[in-house]
Nanobody, 115 residues
Framework: QVQLMESGGALVQTGGSLRLSCAAS????????MAWYRQAPGKQRELVAG???????NYADSVKGRFTISRDNAKNTVYLQMNSLKPEDTAVYYC?????????WGQGTQVTVSS
């Protein structure tokens, strides 16, 4: 059974930082593409950042230079370091895993940035 457990969401002021974590189990983590998505109220879920097993990354234009995705294959964990947070970053952040043509989602963690 695949499980993705996110943590680290919180209320933070504009300009602040947060680090989200996602611990994965039940998958071949090293062979999985891991990603963070977010969904704000009334908006579609959108890709924030992704990372492949070898470490190559991609980011949404809106977070480039502020967010960093990383992974620890020994701990089966993916991280999202978020700096210089803005109110428009407020959303539920979801961890996503993709492997062997299948995808899994975590339950989400709320990030709220106050102005």
């Amino acid at each position: 059974q695949v499980q993705l457990m996110e943590s680290g969401g919180a209320l933070v002021q504009t300009g602040g930082s947060l680090r989200l974590s996602c611990a994965a189990s039940g998958i071949m983590f090293t062979n999985s593409i891991m990603a963070w998505y977010r969904q704000a109220p009334g908006k579609q879920r959108e890709l924030v950042a992704g990372i492949v097993g070898g470490g190559n990354t991609n980011y949404a234009d809106s977070v480039k230079g502020r967010f960093t995705i990383s992974r620890d294959n020994a701990k089966n964990t993916v991280y999202l370091q978020m700096n210089s947070l803005k109110p428009e970053d407020t959303a539920v952040y979801y961890c996503n895993a993709f492997a062997r043509l299948r995808t899994w989602w975590g339950q989400g963690t709320q990030v709220t940035v106050s102005s």
